[in-house]
């Protein structure tokens, strides 16, 4: 009688070792990643217009831009971004701006993989924008 409960308690136990050493359940921690970009709307832009340690980058083509860009931004177009981002100062909050936000969205993802903290993206960008506009 004693026997036929050896091979099930061998197996219970293999098991349990099995699971304490290599637990399939648990998900490993990710590597840290850089830091994180947020997103922002149009009125936490505008409220941000003139900050002192803000920049605010327009990615858009220069046509866009000359035809009208938010009062104070500078122009870093999207395809020379990754050449110029060392004109920004890591040490202000980025404010990117596109047409849409999704060129914003790859620029900001770029700042904060090279060391840059305070990053945002214009969620909607300038198809959405209605605030003051200056042109060139």
Not at 10 to 39: H, K, M, Q, S
Not at 41 to 56: C, D, P, R, T
Not at 100 to 127: C, P, Q, R
Request: glycine share 8%.
């Amino acid at each position: 009688m004693r026997g036929k409960y050896i091979m099930p308690i061998v197996l219970t136990v293999i098991t349990l070792v099995f699971f304490l050493t290599f637990n399939p359940f648990t998900v490993e921690p990710e590597a840290e990643e850089a830091g994180e970009w947020v997103e922002i709307n149009q009125n936490k832009v505008s409220a941000e217009i003139g900050e002192a340690n803000v920049e605010l980058v327009d990615l858009r083509e220069k046509e866009l831009y000359d035809e009208g860009h938010i009062p104070g931004a500078i122009h870093i177009p999207y395809d020379e971004f990754q050449q110029r981002y060392n004109e920004l100062s890591d040490d202000n909050r980025i404010i990117l701006i596109c047409h849409t936000g999704s060129m914003g969205i790859d620029s900001a993802d770029f700042l904060v993989n090279n060391g840059f903290d305070d990053v945002v993206n214009f969620g909607g960008g300038m198809a959405v924008w209605e605030g003051p506009l200056e042109t060139n």
